[in-house]
């Protein structure tokens, strides 16, 4: 499989994208064919272990890994122990409805964005060695990011990890997590600054190309194209848990932030996978809703996103989006290189009933819902109450969405984010419990914290990076 970017550079294999942040001309990896899985394909994945289903799923788009080392990443990575359950993204109805929870967050950090970020991390590890290389993942988090790449790259070998996260701004929770990990190839910073300011930083280290080289400074963001691969692997894992009869329709409904998450269901079904619509959750910053209810695209000044309690979906401008785009418009990279340099001088993308682009959107399946607050509170009271379940507010966001968007026979498949441990402020709120934790982050908040506090200054990360390397 060779990839692509959305704005027509060639970029190479799996391998070759794997290391690259965005693609030399500002676009995003896409593979030059979408692989089809037919019912009698997917129906023979019935009761696999999950790294089957995800060997299944993702070796036809990487042709640069041997089928021997590929099955041997997959094995060591969706580990019972890893995700704490045997099937690695349970399956389980809430209550008697027809809405049924997909956990993705029994990982290490308690985030979503551990299934795919140990993947990575593997594949990393894996390439680095067979490439004689190292590489310095430089990033930014406002919060699960960040943990979620620290614990995927705890004791692998040739890769670092400097972590920038805005001092004193993440939940108690967050912080406790990332701060208190403590291994040579992990670097905490916090910096005096708020996250808009980390991501700049890292930005402008990536806009010194010869800064760049000589440390080989990666990046773990969620554009990146084997974590939206590996995401779309529970899309498939999901549908197979229901137990219905293959080639019956579901529907998947989705907190949203940057779009990597529903995007890679959008590419199971694109693959063959029976979903009828992927519903998407925004928060109140609704870049994503606004466009699927009211035809508009408009990405949002930094200033203008607010501090929401689902706080990991608070995006002005949603990263994948641009792939979704480049898919429905039939894979025409100068339209969508042309809609995007509209996009960064603050254009707004518009959509008009009865176009041709109002309809490839209503064909692509996609719905939206927004939640606010008190929507998010009352979700978690009544999923608490009905069922004795507690779930974390971006899931409340999720599953206050997909209530709307019900009918009879269709399962609901709702995407659990995060454990509700991670945001417990709004959890008690909601319901006045202290949500419950695994017992390794029983008493976080009181272990020893590492890491280095810098100021809201590009020489002074570089310096950080070049004596931490020492070269
Ligand atoms: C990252 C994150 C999201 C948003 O996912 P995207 O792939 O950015 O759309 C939602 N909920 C939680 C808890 C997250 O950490």
Known sequence: MRYISTRGAELGSFCDVLLQGLAPDGGLAMPETIPQFSLADIDALHDKPYAQIAYTVMRPYISDISEQNLANILINTYTAERFRNQEI?????????????????NGPSLAFKDVAMQFLASCFEFVLNERKTRLNILGATSGDT????????????????????????????????????????????????????????????NRDGAFKEKYAIGAVNS??????????????????SLGITTGEVVDFCVPSGNFGNIFAGYLAKRMGLPIRNLIVASNENDVLAEFFLEGNYRVRAASEVMATSSPSMDIGKASNFERYLYLILGENPMQIAAMQGQL??????????????????????????????????????????????????????????????????????????????????????????????????????????FGSVIANSVDELKSFISKTLGY
């Not at 993204?89 to 967050?105: A, H, K, V, Y």
């Not at 406790?176 to 890292?202: E, H, R, T, W």
């Not at 554009?223 to 549908?239: C, D, E, G, P, T």
């Not at 998010?376 to 109450?385: A, D, L, S, W």
Request: proline share 6%.
């Open 223 to 240: 554009i990146n194209w084997a974590r939206i691969l590996a995401q779309s692997v529970y899309y498939f894992k999901a549908y197979l």
């Open 344 to 449: 960064n001088h603050g254009g707004v993308l518009n959509f008009v009933p009865n176009t041709q682009f109002a309809s490839v959107v209503e064909q692509s399946g996609f719905l939206a819902g927004r939640s606010r607050h008190q929507d998010r509170i009352e979700t978690i009271r009544q999923v608490y109450q009905g069922c004795g379940r507690i779930i974390d507010p971006h899931t409340a966001d999720g599953v206050f969405v997909a209530q709307r968007y019900l009918r009879d026979n269709t399962p609901m498949i709702c995407l659990e984010t995060a454990l509700p441990a991670k945001f417990s402020a709004t959890v008690q709120e909601a319901i006045g419990i202290e949500p419950p934790r695994p017992p390794e982050f029983i008493d976080i908040e009181n272990k020893p914290r």
């Open 146 to 205: 960040g943990s979620a790449a620290e614990y995927a790259v705890l004791g692998k070998k040739n890769l670092n990890i400097f972590m920038l996260s805005p001092l004193g701004r993440m939940s108690p929770f967050q912080q406790a997590q990332m701060y208190s990990l403590n291994a040579p190839n992990i670097f905490n910073l916090a910096v005096q600054g708020v996250f808009d300011d980390c991501q700049d930083l890292v930005k402008a280290v």
């Open 89 to 105: 993204t349970p399956l389980s109805r809430l209550g008697s409805s027809n809405i049924f929870l997909l956990e993705l967050s």
